[in-house]
């Protein structure tokens, strides 16, 4: 159960007092997701904007006169408050009623009641049954978390013996800065998530000092390390009519050096091209991965001129048809310093094409918020998350979709929806996409199914939907000294593998039989 409001709003705190096990989601901060907004706005109508708050009163009449939607999105705080999101049920405000109803919504039905305790992706229910090989012991505040080895476990080794070997996993959450140092310091039994290949020298280091531990270099399956999403829904008509010419967005790749990227993060390590199939996918084709990723300034700026975007200001800089300077703000999780090492480099070679690269790092819930609501001009993250697609493995993420893939998120909202968010399609490459991905779900032909993932991917690689830079960078893995049966080569993707989970943790024991159970 979700409670969207503010920290000092007393009627939110009224709420937050009779939900204890609420989470509260500050929308001045966070905002409200556009999918929520959308619902609440066609349950409530005009009831959902405080028309009696100081932020209204501070308004223009041109201001009040604006579609409500993008007036929230802008004003978060002029939400009336709470509104409380119960399972796919929603509620506003706050008073006697609005309680039972929610505490009511709480166990409305059986489905209700197990989907409420039944959140296995934050896994903190410990009275929850599980096929895990560990079991969550640990209150779900803390930030420290114990699993305990599950004695149902399904799976048993080669010789009878139950699995998992390890009876006890321990999880401390720390800030994202703090994972290297931990590691190199040994604090760590086996940890790759939030390790990137940039502290691969300080492990390096560490082990030359004496660490009592190794880092293992794996496969990455992400289809890109680094991708640029240029967003066609933002909601600046003129810049959205020129991300949305095709020119545009190849000029872009043409003027990225990726090699000098490549050497300057990733010590020639990782693979220079577009976004698509990784090579070791069935469904890699080179011309698809090296389709408008050769750097070429004169290509790149023919483009443009051809595009009709030929005048510039005093300092260079094309200028956009109603006149402002072509300034490209790219938004960050701010969570990844090769991003940001990337686009320095990429602001560079851009600056040639006459584009000035701005580049703006946010809170990672901040930055979904604001793509989802069109405020984002363009971001950077990474590509697909399975880069090793089989003719069997569904291209849902190729076709608009899904609002997560950052070029489209209005698109995505509306099929997520079924049409109450967001808005449909409107550019043919995008429409022919959903065709093929509706023509996959509708046979059951290899053969077929083959054929539409070649041509949805050729699709990606024409238009640059995203902007792909790098991929396949090899993913630190930091492995104790006592930890065994920890594969030498693997591959780092959360689809398919489950990071993990593909290589058997459940088999993974420590050379030690003590330090099994005190860890």
Known sequence: MLIYGLKNCDT???????????????????????????????????????TRSTTWRGLDDAERGAD???????????????????GEDLFLGWNDATEEKVKAARVKSWAAL????DNMYKFDNPALPTLQPWINSSDKDSSRKLFVRNPYFHRIDSRGVQLPYIDVVQMTVVGGGLIAAKANAGEVDLQARGLDFPDVAILKKGEADGGKYRTLLWANGAASQIAIYPNLNFADPVWREVMRDVRFRRALSLGIDRRMINRALYFGLASEGGMSALSQSALYNDDNTH?????????????????????????????????????????????????????????????????????????????????????????????????????????????????????????????????????????????????????????????????????????????????????????????????????????????????????RIDEFYFQDPHVQVSR
Not at 69 to 85: C, G, N, S
Request: charged share 20%; with cysteine; aromatic share 8%.
């Open 12 to 50: 939110c705190r009224k709420a937050i007092k009779a939900l204890p096990d609420a989470q509260l989601v500050d929308v001045r901060k966070d905002g409200v997701p556009a999918d929520v907004l959308a619902r609440a706005h066609a349950q409530f109508g005009a009831a959902l904007v405080n």
């Open 68 to 86: 409500p939607l993008e007036l929230l999105a802008a004003h978060p705080a002029l939400m009336k408050r709470p509104l409380i999101a119960v």
């Open 114 to 117: 197990h989907n409420k305790r």
């Open 291 to 503: 389709a408008w990723s050769m750097m070429n300034l004169a290509h790149a700026n023919a483009l443009l001129d051809d595009m009709g975007l030929t005048d510039r200001t005093p300092a260079g800089l094309r200028k956009l048809p109603d006149g402002r300077p072509m300034e490209f703000v790219i938004e960050t999780a701010g969570e990844r310093s090769e991003e940001e090492n990337a686009l320095a480099i990429i602001a560079d070679t851009w600056r040639d094409l006459g584009i000035r690269l701005i580049m703006r790092p946010l809170d990672r819930d901040i930055l979904r918020n604001r793509i989802y609501a069109g405020r984002t001009m363009a971001s950077v993250w990474f590509g697909w998350d399975n880069g090793l697609p089989g003719p069997s493995t569904s291209p849902s993420y190729l076709a608009p979709t899904n609002q997560e893939f950052f070029a489209w998120p209005m698109w995505g909202q509306y099929y997520q929806t079924v049409g109450q968010a967001g808005s449909p399609p409107d550019m043919q490459p995008a429409k022919r996409l959903m065709l093929l991905a509706n023509d996959w779900n509708h046979t059951d032909d290899p053969q077929v199914r083959e054929d539409i993932w070649k041509r949805m991917l050729a699709i990606h690689a024409e238009q640059q939907f995203a902007i792909g830079v790098l991929a396949e960078a090899p993913q630190p893995v930091v492995v104790s000294n006592d930890l065994m049966n920890v594969p030498e080569h693997g591959i780092w993707a959360f689809d398919p593998g489950a990071h993990f989970g593909i290589h």
